[in-house]
């Protein structure tokens, strides 16, 4: 063995959950932000958690509304999700800018892709400072879940986004 960075035990890793962290911006839209830092923490009560840099403006968000909507993006959203990691949602609207169709969320007042696998509607639980990350520690309130979509992962090392298929 040779000693190797986290980026290269990314890429050896692959694939890595993909999701997109959706906030309530102060004007009332929606920002999507691409974590891959993201993990089941509890069945009971239900909890999951992503890591976030301490600069993310979806982790302000997250902060300061305590709530959330963790999303598991469906294939159409391969390009759109990668490159949401691309700019700030601070000063840009994702979803106009890469043409992610937004929808309404039971039960939540933050919208969602169109095309989602899966959504966590969240309440964070305690924000947790690791090294150059928070991580928010979140109750589940309710999942949804569209059985028939095919979810995103990222693959070598965040390249790219892509389903994961059994051979």
């Known amino acids: 063995m040779k000693e ?3 980026g290269k035990a990314t890429e050896l890793t692959s694939p890595n959950p993909l999701v997109l962290i959706c906030t309530k911006k102060e004007d009332g839209s929606a920002n999507l932000a691409p974590v891959s830092f993201v993990s089941y923490l509890s069945f009971n009560p239900v909890m999951v958690g992503f890591a976030m840099g301490k600069a993310a403006y979806s982790g302000e968000a997250v902060k300061k509304n305590g709530k959330a909507v963790i999303v598991v993006p469906g294939e159409s959203l391969r390009e759109a999700a990668i490159s949401c990691g691309t700019c700030s949602g601070r000063d840009t609207d994702k979803a106009a800018k890469f043409g ?9 007042d ?3 892709p169109a095309d989602s696998k899966l959504a966590f509607a969240a309440t964070l639980n305690k924000t947790i400072e690791i090294g150059d990350h928070f991580l928010y520690v979140c109750n589940i309130d309710k999942i949804y879940a569209d059985e028939s979509k095919d979810g995103l992962f990222a693959w070598n090392g965040y390249a790219k986004a892509a389903p994961a298929r059994e051979k």
């Open 100 to 108: 992610v169709e937004l929808v309404e969320l039971q039960g939540s």
């Open 110 to 112: 933050i919208k969602i």
């Open 4 to 6: 190797i960075n986290i």
